[in-house]
C-alpha cells in the first residue's frame, strides 16, 4: 500500500496482541456451502488466499464442533482428522501471504433438522420450543423440534467448543473466534426469547449467559486468551432469538468478557437485526466498547466512509467487512484508492459451485 494509506483511518496499522496488523479491514466470517460432506474442499485454498494481505485478517467461515452442530448443507467442521488435514493447505495459503488467520467456531443448536443429526435424532437447545419460520433455503427441509439439554449434558457441549478450539491449533490457525451470534445454540442461550430454562443455565440475565461464559472460560485454558475472541449480537434477532433487554445482556457480556482476557469481541451492529439489510436504529454498540478492555471489532452493513468514521473517531479497532469483501477480494486496494466496488451476487452466497460466486469475483487491475 502506499505511504499515504496510514491517512485513511481503515488503513492505518494496528496491534492485536501479539498480532501486528497492516490496516483495520477484517474479512467477517461467511458461509460458503462449498465443504462437501462437511471437508473443507481445495477450492477454499484460492478463495481465502485471494482476500489474504500481509498483515490482514481472514476469519474462516463458521465451522462445526461436531457431529450434532450441523444445520447446514457443505459447511466444514473440525472434529475428525480428515477434517483438520484439509484446513491445513488453506491456512497455510493464508500465512503464505501474510495473514493472520481465525476460525469461527459453530454450533447451531436448534437451527437443525433430524436429517443433520447423527442417527436422526433430534437438534439439542437451550429449550424444545420449535423455530416457527420456514427454512430459508440454505437449509434442507424444515427444522426439527428440539431436545432441550438436560442440565448434565450442557458440559459435553462446552468440551466439544474445546476440543475444535484444540483442533484448529492443530491445522494451524492462529486462534478461534466462538460463535456467540445469529441465534445459534449459544445466543439460544443468552436471549431470553429463547431460553426459557429453569436451571442454573436459565431465569435471570447472568444465568442465561452462563453457558456462553463457560465456554469462553474452557477454550481459553485449553489454547490461552490471546488466541480467543467471541462474535455476538445482542440486539439481533436472528432465528427467532431476540431479547427483551439487548442493551443489558451487551453491556453485561462485554464486562464479562474481561474477567478473561480474551483477545478480541467481534459485535453485529444493532441495525443488523436481521442477517439481511441494515435498518434505522437507536441503539449503539458504544456502551460495550467502552465497556470492553480488548480488541473491538464491529461488523454489519459497513461502508467505506462510515468505516472510516468509526475507526477516527475510536469507536471500533477493526471493522468486519462481509458480502461487499466477498465480492471484492481486493477490498483494502480499493478502498485505498476509493475505486469502484464490484456488487455481489446474492443468488450465488451459497450455491455449492466452487468458482461461481465463490473464486471469480474479478481484481481491480483485471476491470480495467
Not at 500465512?95 to 443429526?117: D, N, Y
Not at 454489519?300 to 466512509?305: N, P, Q
Request: hydrophobic share 35%.
Amino acid at each position: 500500500m502506499c505511504s499515504e494509506a496510514p491517512n485513511i483511518p481503515l488503513l492505518r496499522p494496528y496491534q492485536m496482541g501479539s498480532f501486528s496488523l497492516s490496516h483495520r479491514i477484517v474479512l467477517a466470517p461467511l458461509t460458503r456451502q462449498r465443504s462437501y460432506n462437511n471437508v473443507p474442499q481445495p477450492h477454499a485454498f484460492l478463495y481465502y488466499s485471494q482476500r489474504t494481505t500481509e498483515g490482514g485478517l481472514p476469519i474462516a467461515e463458521a465451522t462445526g464442533i461436531s457431529e450434532t452442530s450441523r444445520g447446514y448443507l457443505h459447511t466444514p467442521g473440525i472434529w475428525t482428522k480428515e477434517q483438520i488435514e484439509a484446513w491445513k493447505p488453506i491456512v497455510d495459503a493464508v500465512h503464505a501471504k501474510g495473514g493472520i488467520f481465525f476460525c469461527l467456531i459453530w454450533h447451531v443448536g436448534r437451527v437443525s433438522s433430524i436429517e443433520f443429526q447423527p442417527n436422526g435424532q433430534a437438534p439439542i437447545s437451550c429449550t424444545d420450543r420449535p423455530l416457527t419460520l420456514q427454512s430459508t433455503g440454505n437449509e434442507v427441509g424444515q427444522f426439527s423440534p428440539p431436545r432441550r439439554l438436560k442440565t448434565d449434558e450442557i458440559p459435553q457441549v462446552v468440551n466439544e467448543f474445546t476440543f475444535a478450539a484444540r483442533n484448529a491449533i492443530e491445522a494451524g490457525f492462529d486462534g478461534v473466534e466462538i460463535h456467540g451470534a445469529h441465534g445459534y445454540i449459544i445466543d439460544q442461550f443468552m436471549k431470553d426469547q429463547v431460553n426459557d430454562r429453569t436451571d442454573k443455565y436459565g431465569g435471570y440475565l447472568e444465568n442465561r449467559c452462563r453457558f456462553a461464559l463457560e465456554v469462553v472460560e474452557a477454550v481459553v485454558n485449553e489454547i490461552g486468551a490471546d488466541k480467543v475472541g467471541i462474535k455476538l449480537s445482542p440486539f439481533g434477532d436472528y432465528m427467532e432469538s431476540g431479547d427483551s433487554n439487548p442493551e443489558a445482556l451487551g453491556l453485561y457480556m462485554a464486562e464479562a468478557l474481561n474477567d478473561y482476557k480474551i483477545l478480541y469481541c467481534h459485535m453485529v451492529e444493532p441495525r443488523m437485526e436481521t442477517a439481511e439489510e441494515r435498518t434505522e436504529c437507536a441503539y449503539s454498540l458504544l456502551p460495550m466498547r467502552k465497556a470492553f478492555k480488548g480488541t473491538f471489532i464491529v461488523g454489519g452493513g459497513y461502508r467505506r466512509e462510515d468505516g472510516n468514521k468509526a475507526v477516527e473517531e475510536n469507536n471500533a479497532d477493526l471493522i468486519a467487512y462481509g458480502r461487499i469483501f466477498l465480492a471484492n477480494p481486493d477490498l483494502p486496494r480499493r478502498f485505498e484508492l476509493n475505486a469502484p466496488l464490484n456488487q455481489y451476487d446474492r443468488e450465488t452466497f451459497y450455491t455449492p459451485d466452487p468458482v461461481i460466486g465463490y473464486t471469480d469475483y474479478p481484481f481491480l487491475d483485471a476491470t480495467t
